[in-house]
């Protein structure tokens, strides 16, 4: 083989190195440009067109950050409950106000009825949201009854036993 046919060889080899690396870095580039612009705010508008209406998309954040929380208010409402044998009226409003808190911490977590990401929330959200307005109602009775306040805990034990 000739100088010439193998130069030109070269240069054609080089040629087809330089255009597969060109392309590798024009698929780099349209792979950073879609996942700059599919960050949480453009997948929230995406998801607004993707999933039904009646759907509740939960973000795994917001799910730690609600169980979480929910999960200080329960050690705090445990506390006022375990304090004495019958609360006092100070007591009795502080753990209404907490209870109160954890519905509304829980509003974040789905409406009833509808679906939403995380099955075992979409399950069970509204049995644990009937059983604290049952709880603040029985404490807000005369005289309250203080059993539903107290047991709230065991609510959040029956979906977390398994983990």
């Known amino acids: 083989m000739s100088k010439d046919k193998r130069k030109r060889r070269w240069v054609l080899k080089s040629q087809s190195r330089l255009r ?3 392309l590798v870095i024009a698929f780099l580039i349209l792979f950073s440009t879609i996942f700059v612009a599919c960050s949480a705010s453009s997948l929230k508008h995406i998801r607004e067109h993707t ?3 009646n759907f509740n998309y939960i973000t795994s954040e ?3 950050t609600t169980m979480s929380r929910l999960a200080q208010k329960v050690t705090k409402l445990d506390l006022i409950m375990n304090e004495i044998e019958e609360p006092g009226k100070i007591q009795t409003q ?3 106000g907490i209870l109160l808190e954890m519905e509304a911490m829980t509003a974040s977590l789905g409406t009833e009825g509808w ?5 075992e ?3 069970h959200i509204s049995e644990f949201r009937q059983e604290l307005v049952a709880a603040r109602r029985a404490l807000l009775a005369q005289p309250p009854g203080f059993y539903l306040a107290r047991t709230i805990s065991e609510a959040c034990a029956h979906c977390h036993e398994t983990r």
Request: charge should be negative.
């Open 51 to 53: 999933y039904p209406p």
């Open 20 to 22: 597969s690396s060109s």
């Open 121 to 123: 929330v979409s399950g």
């Open 94 to 96: 502080e753990a209404v």
């Open 115 to 119: 679906p939403s990401n995380h099955q």
């Open 62 to 64: 917001q799910l730690h």
